[in-house]
């Protein structure tokens, strides 16, 4: 019998942990998945959010919605290679801080009364090093020269938006960056090693996925633990 469930939300990247979720050891003995995910490139308004009133305590709620509402959609270039893709930023054009507050507050709101265990995933950085520079990792990229200086500290502040808004929610929010580093520095060597798990500048490998499933699943089963203790 099947002891919880998992519950995935969001968009491209909710779709991938999904699909992770229904390899890794414990699927249908220990644990069932359940995806509501949006297409990728969805943004915030537009994904299939459930309604949160039907979820019970054995339910584990994983969601990942603001990646897709960092930049401007207009800001986005997708370049087809003979071997997938890349998506590129062609101008850096980050929405406003008033825009993400407003994001948090109604992810908040659909929250209200849920019964379920909630983990909140942090946006994965993107578009790091998306063109001159990642020539050296793939050398197929076209020589585009979108070079964004503080790309990463405006992802950062979002990010920190987010942790300090769900702090004392009862949420559990994850740092993106500790799914894929055990000692994150933000380093240039180290986005680099970033960068290197994203074939297209935003999503991750299926090992990258298959280890930050393992770490949301230990999470989730020691949230379920403290309910029995």
Not at 5 to 12: K, Q, T
Not at 47 to 59: L, R, V
Not at 197 to 222: C, G, M, T, W
Request: charged share 25%; proline share 3%.
């Amino acid at each position: 019998m099947v002891g919880f469930r998992v519950h995935c939300i969001g968009s491209s990247h909710a779709v991938r942990i999904a699909h992770s979720l229904r390899k890794s050891p414990g699927f249908n003995t220990e644990f069932s998945v359940d995806s509501t995910c949006a297409q990728s490139g969805k943004v915030f308004k537009d994904i299939n959010w459930p309604d949160f009133s039907k979820y019970e305590k054995k339910d584990v709620l994983i969601i990942i919605p603001f990646g897709n509402d960092i930049f401007r959609r207009n800001s986005i270039k997708i370049e087809q290679l003979r071997k997938g893709k890349i998506i590129h930023l062609v101008k850096s054009a980050p929405t406003s801080d008033e825009h993400l507050a407003s994001l948090c507050e109604s992810l908040n709101e659909k929250l209200k009364g849920t019964k379920a265990e909630i983990i909140i995933v942090t946006s994965f950085y993107r578009h790091l090093f998306c063109c001159a520079d990642f020539r050296k990792i793939n050398p197929n990229a076209e020589s585009y020269k979108h070079v964004h200086p503080g790309i990463v500290g405006i992802q950062d502040r979002k990010n920190k938006f987010i942790l300090s808004f769900f702090k004392g929610s009862g949420y559990l929010v994850f740092r993106h960056e500790s799914l894929l580093f055990d000692n994150w520095k933000r380093k240039r060597g180290q986005k680099v090693e970033y960068r290197k798990q994203q074939p297209d500048s935003v999503h991750f490998n299926d090992k990258v996925y298959l280890k930050i499933v393992h770490q949301l699943l230990e999470q989730a089963r020691a949230l379920l633990a403290s309910l029995d203790a």
